[in-house]
C-alpha cells in the first residue's frame, strides 16, 4: 500500500505483478495473494521468482523492468516478502547462532513503468544489470532442508569472497559510463547488508566512504537482513534521506548477493 501511494497512479492500472520470496514460498504464490488484497484486476500478469536468497531483488527488478519495456502503458508491481524467523533450527552451531542474530523479516515493494503519467511520481531511473556467479562457491552460502526445517551453512569467508570480485564487477556495471567519466567513487552504494563483515571488507577494499554506504548502514542497524527485500529497504531508506536534503551523488550503485555465490547489481539514478 505504502509503494501504491508514493507511487500516485491507480490501483487498476496495475498490468503485471512480480513476486520475490525464498521464504514465504507458498502455492498458489504470494501474487495471487496481492491481487485479491490489493484488489488487482483479475487479468493481471503473474509472476512468482522463488528461492533464490538474498540476491532477489535483483532478478525481480530486471524481470519488472522487461515488462515496464514492452509497453508505456505498463505498470509492474514489484514485491519482495520475507518470513525468515520461522526457519531457524534448534541447533546449538555458530552458523545457526549468526542466522538468529541477523536474518529478520520484511517486505517491500516497487512499482515501474517506462514513462510517467498524470499523478504518478518519478522517485529513480533504473539502468543496466550485471550479474557474476562465482565459480565453485556453492557450499560457502546455502539453506538445505532437514527434518527440522531449513538449515543455513554460512562460511566465514564470504566477506573476502565477495570483495576480491568487487573490483572487475563494478568495472563491468559501469562499463557503459567510462565515456562519461563516470566511477564508483562518483556514485552513492546501496548494498544488500548481509552482516556488518561484507558491508565493512566492501566499504574498505572499494575506499568508500560512511556518507556513500549511509543508507545501508542504516538499514542494517534498523532492519537487519531481510534476505531478498533488504537492498530495497536500503533504497526506501536512501529515497527518505533524499527527501531530507541528503544526496551525495545522482547516480547510484545497487548490489545484493546470496547463495551460489551470485553477484547481482543495478545501476540507478536520481528522478
Not at 117 to 142: M, P, R, W, Y
Not at 166 to 172: H, I, L, N, T
Not at 199 to 217: E, G, N, P, R
Amino acid at each position: 500500500q505504502k509503494a501504491l501511494s508514493n507511487w500516485g497512479g491507480r490501483v487498476s492500472d496495475i498490468t503485471h505483478v512480480v513476486s520475490v520470496s525464498t521464504t514465504g514460498t507458498i502455492i498458489p504464490g504470494i501474487e495471487f495473494e496481492l491481487v485479491a488484497k490489493l484488489g488487482l484486476n483479475p487479468t493481471v500478469q503473474r509472476v512468482g521468482a522463488n528461492m533464490m536468497g538474498c540476491f532477489g531483488a535483483l532478478p525481480g527488478l530486471k524481470t519488472a523492468v522487461a515488462f515496464a519495456n514492452l509497453s508505456s502503458s505498463n505498470r509492474v508491481l514489484l514485491v519482495c516478502t520475507e518470513i525468515c524467523t520461522p526457519h531457524v533450527e534448534p541447533d546449538l552451531d555458530m552458523k545457526n547462532y549468526v542466522g538468529c542474530a541477523i536474518f529478520a523479516d520484511g517486505s517491500a515493494a516497487v512499482v515501474l513503468g517506462k514513462e510517467t503519467q498524470g499523478g504518478e511520481t518519478k522517485q529513480f531511473g533504473v539502468h543496466n544489470f550485471h550479474s557474476l556467479c562465482i565459480a565453485n562457491s556453492q557450499d560457502k552460502l546455502f539453506w538445505k532442508l532437514t527434518n527440522m526445517g531449513w538449515k543455513l551453512g554460512l562460511a566465514k569467508d564470504i566477506p573476502e569472497l565477495i570483495h576480491s570480485h568487487m573490483d572487475a564487477f563494478v568495472s563491468a556495471l559501469l562499463k557503459p559510463y567510462k565515456k562519461y567519466n563516470l566511477t564508483k567513487k562518483d556514485c552513492d552504494w546501496l548494498i544488500h547488508p548481509g552482516g556488518k563483515n561484507i558491508v565493512q571488507a566492501i566499504a574498505k577494499h572499494q575506499a568508500l566512504t560512511a556518507d556513500q554506504l549511509a543508507a545501508t548502514w542504516e538499514t542494517l542497524r534498523c532492519q537487519g537482513n531481510m534476505s531478498s527485500c533488504t537492498v530495497l529497504f536500503v533504497l526506501e531508506k536512501y529515497r527518505e534521506m533524499k527527501a531530507c536534503g541528503y544526496q551525495q551523488s545522482p547516480w547510484m550503485v545497487m548490489t545484493a548477493f546470496g547463495p551460489g555465490m551470485v553477484m547481482e547489481a543495478a545501476m540507478l539514478s536520481a528522478a
